[in-house]
């Protein structure tokens, strides 16, 4: 089984990555879901439950569940991906659970991300440049910077969306290979 992780800014490309995965018969685990999940269940805005599961449990938090949603499934043939690692704690959490992990980060410029963020319309996206940036400032806090300063790849998304594609099914399949 390998397991490989995605970070970047919101609306960097995370989600072209995971589908390129998903293609290759990779299984996503998306970070953004278990926020989203118990932001639901706590009828709060993603963002501050993201904020508050840290607050409350530590800084691990949502990398254990992801960690345990990957173990639970007791299916070691499949390959994953985690899409949306935030900290350096939390790549910790995954490079001590799985060997060989792995951390791609995607960058797209803020003006390119804000545009995809207003055309995305999900629910914790901004379409004011205020919140657009409150939310980066968020990202960073968590640590994402440091995350993707020391990514294993470093793919940057300002290019057509097939040469995109490509490149990452040219990058996936070399690290799948690999775990032989």
């Known amino acids: 089984m390998k397991v490989l992780g995605v970070t970047g800014m919101p609306g960097s490309g995370k989600s072209v990555i995971s589908r390129v995965a998903t293609d290759l018969g990779m299984r996503v685990v ?10 639901q269940k706590r009828n709060e805005s993603p963002g ?6 840290r607050q409350e449990y530590g800084e691990f938090i949502v990398a254990q569940r992801c960690v345990e949603i990957i173990k639970d499934s007791l299916d070691n043939d499949v390959s994953y991906l985690i899409e949306g690692i935030r900290s350096p704690f939390e790549v910790r959490i995954f490079q001590n659970n799985f060997h060989g992990f792995r951390v791609i980060a ?8 804000f545009k995809r963020l207003k055309r995305r319309k999900r629910s914790d996206d901004s379409s004011d440049q205020d919140e657009f940036i409150s939310r980066d400032q968020r990202e960073l806090k968590f640590g994402i910077g440091d995350v993707i300063a020391m990514a294993d790849y470093m793919i940057v998304n300002e290019g057509s969306k097939g040469k995109i594609k490509k490149l990452v099914r ?4 070399n690290e799948l290979q690999s775990q032989g």
């Open 30 to 39: 998306r970070m953004g879901d278990v926020i989203r999940e118990e932001a």
């Open 106 to 113: 995607v960058h797209s410029k803020p003006k390119t991300r």
């Open 170 to 173: 040219s990058m996936l399949k």
């Open 48 to 53: 501050l439950v993201a904020v508050e599961l």
